[in-house]
């Protein structure tokens, strides 16, 4: 079965950086576009960014661009999420994604929390 499992999540100051990892397994990883969304308390999910299955194409949102970039390795079935200029409402849960186009088929990891804080 579709299996996602996020890691690299951790408390980090202002300014400072994180690398988020995903590790994908149970579909063939590079047929698929891949996601980075996040939840912060009390808000909807948001997307953050998304990679196209060869990773030629990348989206941000237009609050983490410049700052954030995902990337992938289609070797190692392997999404990551480079958070660099964290500020404080970076804080959420970020959550790894990936859909098949012309299903229903939607799947999340269990997440990983990023808090930034001093």
């Known amino acids: 079965q579709v299996q996602l499992v996020e890691s690299g999540g951790g408390l980090v100051q202002p300014g400072g950086s994180l690398r988020l990892s995903c590790a994908a397994s149970?579909?063939?990883?590079?047929?698929?576009?891949m996601s980075w969304y996040r939840q912060a308390s009390g808000k909807e999910r948001e997307l953050v960014a998304t990679?196209?299955?060869?990773?030629?194409?990348?989206d941000y949102a237009d609050s983490v661009k410049g700052r954030f970039t995902i990337s992938r390795d289609n070797v190692k079935n392997t999404v990551y999420l480079q958070m660099s200029s964290l500020k404080p409402e970076d804080t959420a849960v970020y959550y790894c994604?990936?859909?098949?186009?012309?299903?229903?088929?939607?799947?999340w990891g269990q997440g990983t929390q990023v808090t930034v804080s001093s």
């Open positions: 149970g579909f063939t990883f590079t047929r698929y576009y």
């Open positions: 994604n990936t859909r098949f186009p012309g299903t229903l088929s939607n799947y």
């Open positions: 990679i196209s299955s060869a990773g030629g194409l990348t």
